[in-house]
């Protein structure tokens, strides 16, 4: 059972277009990070966000948590080719043993 | 350098045979886990080790993988009897004490294939 659903997992798009990626869920979570992996490196963390509501801006990426806490979106303004690679949101459930809950990714593509 | 380093970054091996998976978590972190990744796919847990504790094990896919973590610090993952399933990128991230952060912290990762 996937318990954090992740849209879309492919995205392939021209440079300067706006994209949105979704991580929705029926669970809640105390906290939900957003983290960027280059091919060959590990995930590396580029948010966290931890209130209902909250929006926290990082350049041209923009990410958003859901009121009740069960989903999150990142927007990117202006694509650039840099920004390609796999986006992963991950999700932490308040109470457990400080596992995160990952989603499978979404592969982008911005091509120059 | 004071990331997490993973060892070695890339194995082939041969369908039966053992490998052991090394991981060198930044200094000081208290948690440390595993992940297997398959091609441009999210992360699959594997275990979880946190201080002293028993290690969570619950993602281990079949008896024939193994963990330990000796010392509180480096990390061992053994896969007996490779299969080539097992072929993909496993992840070891570390992440540093207290409840202010859930953030971890990964290594490059090594590349299993198993032939």
């Known amino acids: 059972t996937q318990l954090l659903e992740q849209s879309p997992q492919f995205l392939s798009i021209q440079e300067g277009e706006n994209l949105t990626v979704y991580c929705n869920s029926s669970?809640?979570?105390?906290?939900l990070q957003w983290y960027r992996q280059e091919p060959g490196e590990g995930p590396v963390l580029l948010v966290t966000v931890v209130t209902g509501g909250e929006v926290k801006k990082l350049k041209r990426l923009t990410f958003q948590f859901g009121d009740a806490r069960k989903d999150s979106s990142l927007h990117i303004t202006a694509a650039q080719p840099g920004d390609t690679g796999l986006y992963l949101c991950?999700?932490?459930?308040?109470?457990?043993?400080?596992?995160?809950?990952w989603g499978l990714g979404t592969s982008l593509a911005v091509n120059p | 350098g004071a990331g997490v380093s993973q060892s070695p970054s890339n194995k082939v091996t041969e369908k039966g045979k053992d490998v052991e998976l090394r991981c060198d978590p930044i200094s000081g972190h208290t948690a440390l886990y595993w992940y297997r990744q398959s091609l441009g796919q999210g992360l699959e847990f594997l275990i979880y080790?946190?201080?002293?504790?028993?290690?969570?094990k619950s993602g281990l896919p079949s008896d024939r993988f193994s963990a330990e973590r000796t010392g509180g610090s480096v990390s061992t993952l053994t896969i007996q009897r490779t299969q080539q399933e097992d072929s993909a990128v496993y992840l070891c991230a570390s992440r540093p004490p207290g409840l202010a952060t859930d953030t971890q912290y990964f290594g490059p990762g090594t590349r299993l294939t198993v032939l």
């Open positions: 080790f946190q201080g002293n504790s028993a290690p969570d």
């Open positions: 669970s809640v979570f105390s906290s």
């Open positions: 991950a999700g932490a459930l308040a109470g457990n043993n400080r596992k995160l809950i």
